[in-house]
């Protein structure tokens, strides 16, 4: 090798060096670890799988040995969509804890869904024995229930009557006061059940949830992991057991170029040799127990990688480095949090449903009508929920497709689209001024954000309709899909109001076939426009005056947006010159 090959070499391992100390100099503070920590449970709380992914990976490269980071990086996986992978984590926990039982409570889940019914039983009560503080009865009934057919033992609805804070234990309750027809204190239950699971856009609450359906007995819901995310984590099967001293080699299978070999644990340095036949003793007894993962790299006499080797082991010493593990209080609350997540509850669709069932026996239509509401809005597929919404909302409806009001009356329909927002008491106080009532076409969550904007608009006696949840563009959506988003504002806007909405306009005018049939489904009528003011919207209030008024006709319907200002500096001449003319302002 040349004097100035050489030189290369090693400036290239110092500079690894100085990388790898510099890394290992930036962690370690694990109060760090515990708020990184919490922030992968805040995401989890909300199902965002691979925001809580990097969280945990970054406390996994800290703290390695942590038997409950790892059953939460297998619960990510799990509402991810990752099912196997999650399986390894839980196994992986084990292996460090056998007594994990957060790890044995997450291969029970895992059990259920797979309706491994059995297997299940055992890993709940094996972890019930190991965690003394936590009460399992309703988990273990649930499994026993769904696997006979969902009926309660006798006695159990007063054992969980008396355990207010335990969701599942309260639905299994109504579950049983609803077989012996007591309706009306089972609808109690669901009711304070229904405002435990709300969440935003009445979506399914994530996490994984009791379906109370034999054929699908959990509902795994969360952000998905692409399928692009390859290698999370390693298979529990390949993770090799080590301890003691080791021998770490090199891949020999370029060893005619390889020059110099690095070996490095969890991204550490552990030594460097340019020696055949390249190896490096490893003591794992400094390491804490756990996984870790090593890497061999290979360099030629420039410094270019030609042989690279990465590998996950398990470090299994009889005793481990003693460590301050510090804040123990802090680090208690955050691994309740955990266990608050991973314990089952009813599932939303599951809660409404049953609710919609006893507001029927009660006769309660109203009731029946909005519990379906969220059914569909969490879970359209969910028994024959959207077939009974259907039945009831097309009582006396139809599902007309209109772009203009009919007849030859001298009255036009002003709508104003995308609110509420901050923006719309502005043109709620150009419409008072002028004594005019309009249409607002909805989003609901925008609705969620600004509701007490919704109530003005309600109070004021304007029309509401149905602009979906998120202002998505239905005909490009599945059939189901476009039930959550129609519901999900129908659901927002009768919690928020008390009102029920029977006119739907489709965001962009994206409309077709499938819009018509959710439309004919439902009874729902699909309102177009005679004339889009958003054509000139953003111009001048001049060019928006000329247009509206050149576009009224009798019957006519004047799409506007929820707030253009220029619309807000038009609108009162538009008003004006209307009436001037003969014009009524009507709602839909």
Known sequence: MTRAAMLCVRRLVWAVVWVLVFASAATGDYTESVACMADALDALERGCANEALGYLRQVLEERPDDAPLHVALGYALLIGGRREQAVSEFETALRIDP????????????????????????CFREAQSLAAGRDFR???????????????????????????????????????LMKDGNYDEAAEIWLRLQSAAARQGYGERPGCTMTFLVERPVA???????????????????????????????????????????????????????????????????????????????LDELGAVVSEKSVLVNVDNPKTTSRDTGGEEQVKLVWDRLWSLMML?????????????????????????????????????????SRRLGELYRRGCSGDVISSLGGARKAVALTFDDGPKPETALLLDVLKSKGVKATFFVVGKQCERYPEILKRI???????????????????????????????????VRDITGREMRAIRPPGAHFGERVKSAA?????????????????????????????????????????????????????????????????????
């Open 520 to 588: 004919r489904k439902f009874g729902l009528k699909v309102v177009l426009f005679s004339a889009n003011c958003s054509k000139v919207e953003g111009t001048t209030a001049e060019r928006v005056i000329r247009y509206a008024i050149a576009s009224a006709k009798p019957g006519a319907i004047l799409l506007m947006h929820n707030l253009d200002r220029v619309t807000l500096q038009a609108l009162p001449r538009v008003i004006d010159e209307l009436r001037a003319k003969g014009y009524d302002f009507v709602t839909l």
């Open 220 to 298: 795994l819901t969360g952000e998905k992991i692409p399928s692009s995310a390859r290698d999370i984590v390693a298979p529990a099967q390949a993770v090799k057991t080590v301890k003691g001293k080791i021998k770490l080699r090199a891949d020999l299978r370029n060893a005619r170029l390889i020059r110099m070999v690095t070996f490095s644990v969890d991204d550490k340095l552990l030594g460097v040799t340019n020696r055949p036949p390249f190896e490096c003793i490893w003591d794992t007894t400094r390491w804490t127990n756990g996984p870790h993962s090593v890497k061999i790299v290979g």
């Open 345 to 385: 509850k009813p599932s939303s669709a599951a809660i409404n449903y049953h609710l919609s069932v006893c507001a029927r026996r009660g006769a309660n239509t109203e009731m029946e009508k909005a519990a379906l509401e969220r059914v569909v809005a969490a879970d359209p597929s969910y028994k024959d929920a």
């Open 99 to 122: 007594g994990c039982a957060l790890a044995l409570y997450g291969r029970g889940i895992v059990f259920l869904a797979e309706r491994s019914y059995e297997e299940a039983e055992n």
């Open 138 to 176: 309703s988990t273990l009934e649930y499994v026993r229930a769904v696997r006979a057919g969902l009926i309660p033992e006798k006695g159990f609805e007063k054992e969980a009557a008396d355990r207010p804070m335990d969701e599942a234990g309260l639905a299994l309750c109504a579950l049983g």
């Open 458 to 492: 309600c109070e004021e006696g304007h029309a509401l309709g149905n602009h979906t949840y998120s202002h998505s563009a239905l005909e490009y959506l599945p059939p189901l899909a476009i039930e959550k988003e129609i519901f999900g504002c129908q659901a927002a």
